[in-house]
């Protein structure tokens, strides 16, 4: 078979909506778009003999163009035959699972709500106009009296605003938004009917919608060498993520929706590129593990800056409301995944005060009073305070510094000094001298 001039003006036509595509036997070829936000039917002038599916829409053109005079197409299992002449291309089919294709459900519209005919010259003054002031947005817009359509921006009241009329109206106001990248129409003439029926009436469900579809449409602009592999889309469902990440928790539709896509997205990256996937496996699953710690000890990002430090703070105790140091556990795991350490910082907060907290703070106003009836009690008063604690315990390990390793000196200035064990002096500089490295790698 060949491929007529209107067949290759709908396949180039639809190779904007998405690249891959199935074809099935006759005349009727549908496409949708990878966001599923755009589908799209036409019936050919040309019938194709079997049922096939193409990865890349635009190579696939590419190549039938490169013959100087229209190729004969040729079809066995796996692969199309470009014929002319001598010259021969053998172009591999690509599988179903591969591609995003339409539901097989036919495309019916129900009883339209917005019927007008719209010009060739108007459709073509509507889309240079959107493009001469960047309108991300065209809608259909109607007063009850006039249909009217615009380009503008819907997250931008000042920016500019291009109007035309196109039809009377049947007495009902309405405004139906579309993303410009979205209008994939071949330029024309057409009998425009708009229903109402499957528009979302989620605002903000369909705002992540919108959000998502653009940073879609972006990457597919990208340089299809570059990015259009595993690495570029592991960047996009990155992209999808961020959207997703700004999601107040309570906006269900929306994480709903964001959900959808980035699994749709994580789920074309599995099956096109198992083996990047599993290496990637591993860090998706340290991301996720290290949210839901972060979830666990109640942090975040929406949770304030005085909020998340009183909730860490509580995790050097050990009581039922930390579950008896599981949190600490948790903590020090997210340390290790995330690569920073903060909990020693903790420690060192907990120890920065002149008197105790909580009822140790009692007991050493306890200890202060009974030291006027026994003087003696005074002494225990720096062991209660955490701050001189602290101190002690910083003092202890720059002076472990000093100490050397009392077995590596001659026996004869060691031998009874004083009547201590040396085992034991050993011992308390090995601990001094991990205090002291301790402190030396916060520092």
């Not at 290759?8 to 595509?21: A, C, D, R, W």
């Not at 006759?26 to 990865?55: H, R, W």
């Not at 999601?247 to 074309?268: C, F, H, M």
């Not at 000196?409 to 009874?416: Q, V």
Request: aromatic share 8%.
């Amino acid at each position: 078979m060949k491929l007529s001039n209107e067949t290759l003006t709908v396949l180039k036509n639809f190779s904007s909506i998405n690249q891959g595509i199935q074809f099935k036997q006759g005349k009727k070829i549908k496409t949708m778009s990878s966001g599923k936000s755009v589908l799209a039917e036409a019936n050919l002038k040309d019938e194709f003999p079997q049922d096939f599916c193409v990865y890349d829409l635009n190579q696939f053109l590419l190549v039938y163009n490169l013959f100087k005079d229209s190729p004969e197409l040729d079809f066995d299992n796996v692969n199309i035959l470009f014929k002319n002449g001598k010259r021969q291309t053998k172009y591999r089919m690509t599988e179903k699972s591969q591609i995003v294709t339409p539901p097989d459900r036919e495309l019916k519209l129900d009883a339209a709500e917005c019927e007008f005919t719209l010009s060739a010259e108007d459709y073509h003054w509507i889309m240079d106009t959107a493009k001469a002031v960047s309108s991300p947005n065209i809608a259909v817009e109607s007063d009850g009296e006039t249909i009217s359509i615009v380009t503008f921006d819907a997250k931008d009241d000042s920016a500019h605003t291009n109007v035309i009329e196109v039809g009377q109206g049947n007495g009902k106001s309405y405004k139906i938004v579309f993303n410009t990248d979205n209008i994939k129409m071949i330029p024309g003439s057409y009998n425009v009917r708009i229903s109402f029926k499957g528009i979302s009436k989620n605002d903000s469900a369909m705002k992540t919608f919108n959000e998502i579809e653009h940073e879609i449409q972006k990457w597919k602009n990208l340089d299809s060498t570059e990015y259009h592999t595993p690495e570029g889309l592991d960047a996009l469902k990155q992209r999808i993520n961020g959207v997703i990440e700004s999601i107040p928790y309570t906006d269900k539709n929306s994480l709903r929706v964001g959900s959808e896509i980035y699994n749709s997205v994580k789920k074309t990256i599995a099956d096109q590129a198992p083996t990047y996937a599993n290496v990637m496996k591993d860090y998706s699953e340290a991301s996720d593990q290290i949210n839901e710690i972060e979830k666990a000890l109640s942090i975040g990002d929406r949770v304030s800056s005085d909020s998340a430090l009183k909730r860490l703070q509580s995790i050097t105790r050990n009581n039922v409301n930390t579950n008896y140091g599981t949190r600490i556990s948790l903590a020090e795991q997210l340390e290790r995944e995330g690569g920073k350490k903060f909990i020693s910082g903790l420690y060192g907060q907990a120890l920065n005060s002149n008197t105790a907290r909580g009822m140790a703070g009692h007991v050493e106003g306890l200890t202060t009073a009974a030291g006027f009836l026994n003087p003696t009690a005074w002494g225990a008063i720096p062991l209660q305070t955490p701050s001189l604690v602290g101190k002690a315990l910083y003092g202890g390990g720059r002076v472990a510094k000093g100490i050397t390793n009392i077995t590596d000196l001659p026996g004869k200035y060691t031998k009874g000094i004083l009547g201590v064990n040396t085992t034991r002096l050993n011992t308390l500089s090995s601990i001094l001298n991990a205090a002291n490295k301790s402190i030396d790698e916060e520092q």
